[in-house]
């Protein structure tokens, strides 16, 4: 991939594997063969339907993979050119809420129930900062109202039954930004909240980007939201990258068959139309995948080709990679000449 | 609208929860799921019904059901009042209606197969023999395009919109007229999503369906219905056609909904207006407009009496002090 000048690599996957092995003695891979980088500062969102891997990757990132069963097989993960592949678990709790830090998708499951909010607030403060329990007070004081929380004061006494889903999400972000984290992981953090606490949180996620200047990974399988919030988008299916692009480009001219029939399957509000098209069939299990590309079972573009050999991910233009035969070199010497898809 | 035949008239719906006190000398508390709804639905079209969660909707569908027992108020099934029903009576009115439920994990029983699922409603409400109701059967799963073999299995085995599939036709083995639909396809994918979507929209065509559609996600809805209603804190706030209440939206929260979902448009890109504050609690709504807490455009009448659904235009019922003359 190549590097844009004016940018730091902030994270870089390397050729990223990973298995679970099921009780059946079957494996399967959850993710295959992911590289990806993210510069400091920018969103980059990973979007994909359920089972495609996209959570696996983010947690493999955390190292909060459950293992056994899980498994990462091969590659690397490094940030700011540390191997986090390599450190125990001490290196690890230090990058934790530090340098990296998570919002998960169920703010309910995600605070603890016994412990006060201010308790767990500045636990976070303290872990990594070395300052006197009065300032973690007053800095998780501080936060809470950075996260539009009015009654900051009350809330910190309070236990995570006591508020809302969308206060919740608030103390979570306000958890996860209390040590300037470099990077932030959200995996679906609105899916759970309606549409008009969906769009505070986010205004919020995106003032709170910009004061901090971290980057964000925005994980979710809602286009729109991907749309008014990356920068670059990544779409995923049955554990691999299929397409990379700047947001712009993903969604003007998509490229892949996966990322152009799920742009038009979603029902829009400014759709106006009786049928929606639909992708027939479903995602394939990671225990039991097609043999060539992992599309091609559901792809209207086909080719005999496509159902025997796995497609390399190529280079389109600037920033924009793909992975599908309609586009490699291989892939143009079967076809007879039909490369525009949309 | 005049020539459309009325299916269900629903005149002052109430359904009250008494919550549980503390100690004796608290006063009693209820929470009012859904407050004084009146509306007429006609035969043929989709309701939708949007409102984020704790609005009521889920309450509204069962309470029309008779799945919750209404507090007050009044349901007419085809002019026939069915508030006193009991017995045999209502289950001859409930067997015109079905309900596909949001979760196809929990809707059906994990222990039975497909073909025995699809087949208690037709044993328990046709009068049809053993032979009879398996070859409907599979009429069934052909109808909602799954397998004929599928019968043989159990739930676990399909996929989250396969499973949909399987609810959407055992809610058609007795032939209804009316289905409501709670969130039917918020836990499906979107590439799944819409193919339950197209499937609805056919069946409905063949047999004449009138839907009642529940959903809290406003691109599904617009899409599926004729008509909208939008409930807040149990009530409907603003009702009207399809396309009046997307292009126009009259209520100050239909439009705070509206212009609170994100979109794919790079050439105006549209700034998100989230609304301020939280939904008050359902036990203790506001006084007089239920969103006058957290209405822009608040007024001192706002606050002290509750204004009536009224009808605006052609197309269009608002329940707002600002469209008073």
């Known amino acids: 991939m190549e590097q844009a000048q004016d940018k730091q690599v902030l994270l870089e996957v390397k050729h990223l594997h990973v298995q679970f092995h099921l009780k059946n003695g079957k494996k399967a891979k959850v993710v295959d063969d992911v590289s990806f980088v993210i510069y400091k500062g920018e969103t980059v969102a990973l ?33 700011n050119d540390k191997n986090l592949l390599a450190m125990n678990n001490k290196e690890m709790s230090k990058i934790r809420g530090n340098e990296v830090s998570m919002i998960f998708q169920e703010p309910m499951t995600s605070l603890d129930p016994v412990f006060t909010i201010g308790n767990q607030m500045m ?15 007053e800095k998780s004081l501080q936060l809470l109202k950075e996260v539009g929380i009015g009654n900051a004061e009350k809330v910190l006494t309070e236990y995570q039954h006591q508020l809302s889903g969308g206060m919740r999400q608030r103390v979570m972000i306000a958890i996860a930004m209390s040590n300037n984290p470099q990077l932030l992981i959200a995996d679906e953090p609105t899916t759970a909240l309606d549409v008009t606490v969906q769009a505070q949180i986010l205004t919020l996620m995106m003032k709170l980007k910009k004061e901090q200047q971290s980057a964000i990974l925005f994980i979710t399988h809602d286009m729109s939201v991907v749309a008014e919030t990356a920068d670059r988008v990544m779409v995923m299916y049955a554990g691999q990258i299929v397409e990379e692009a700047p947001v712009r480009a993903l969604f003007l001219q998509p490229k892949h068959p996966y990322t152009v029939a799920l ?67 291989e892939g143009a010497l079967v076809n007879d000449g039909q490369r525009s898809i949309t | 609208m005049t020539d459309k035949e009325v299916l269900l008239e629903i005149h002052h719906l109430k359904a009250y929860f008494p919550v549980k006190r503390k100690s004796m000398k608290e006063a009693k508390k209820v929470v009012k799921a859904v407050d004084d709804i009146s509306i007429d639905i006609f035969r043929g079209e989709t309701l939708g019904i949007v409102g984020e969660s704790g609005s009521g909707k889920s309450t509204f569908g069962r309470a029309i059901l008779k799945l919750v027992e209404p507090t007050a108020g009044e349901i007419l099934y085809k002019g026939q009042a069915i508030h006193h029903l009991k017995g045999r009576e209502l289950q001859k009115y409930r067997n015109q209606m079905q309900m596909i439920f949001q979760d196809p994990f929990a809707s059906l029983n994990p222990r039975m197969r497909i073909g025995a699922i699809i087949d208690e409603p037709m044993a328990l409400q046709l009068p049809l023999t053993k032979e009879q109701r398996k070859k409907r059967v599979r009429e069934l799963l052909q109808k909602v395009g799954l397998p004929e073999d599928a019968m043989h299995k159990f739930p676990h085995e399909f996929s989250g919109g396969q499973r949909q599939r399987i609810g959407i036709a055992r809610a058609l083995a007795i032939n209804p007229e009316f289905i409501i639909a709670d969130e039917p396809v918020s836990a499906l994918d979107v590439s799944i999503q819409s193919q339950v979507l197209n499937l609805m929209m056919d069946l409905q065509d063949e047999f004449q369906l009138t839907y009642l559609f529940i959903s809290h996600d406003l691109s599904v809805v617009k899409h599926i219905s004729d008509r909208v209603a939008v409930l807040y804190l149990g009530r409907i706030v603003e009702v009207g056609t399809k396309k009046e209440l997307y292009a126009h939206p009259l209520h100050p929260y239909t439009q705070a909904l509206l212009s609170a979902i994100p979109v794919v448009n790079f050439d105006e890109p549209k700034q998100l207006v989230p609304l301020q504050g939280e939904l008050p609690s359902p036990m203790n709504p506001p006084i007089g407009c239920v969103f006058h807490t957290r209405c822009p455009f608040v007024m001192e009448q706002c606050r002290l009496a509750r204004p009536p659904l009224q009808q605006k235009n052609e197309h269009q019922q608002v329940a707002c002090f600002l469209y008073e003359k």
Do not use: N, W
């Not at chain 1, 696996?56 to 690397?76: D, N, V």
């Open chain 1, 47 to 79: 979007v994909g339907e359920s089972g495609s891997g996209k959570s696996m990757t983010s947690l493999s990132i955390m190292r909060l993979l459950p293992m056994p069963p899980g498994e990462i097989s091969a590659g690397t993960i490094t940030l």
């Open chain 1, 123 to 137: 636990e976070a403060i303290r872990r990594h900062q070395k300052i006197s329990t009065k300032q973690a007070k």
């Open chain 1, 263 to 329: 742009l038009k399957t979603m029902p829009t509000l400014e759709t106006d139309i009786k049928r929606l098209p639909s992708i027939p069939g479903t995602v394939p299990p990671a225990y039991a995948l097609p043999e060539g590309c992992r599309f091609a079972p559901r792809c209207p573009f086909v080719m005999e080709h496509c159902r025997h050999v796995l497609p390399e991910v190529t280079l389109l233009q600037h920033q924009h990679h793909v992975r599908c035969h309609l586009y490699t070199e």
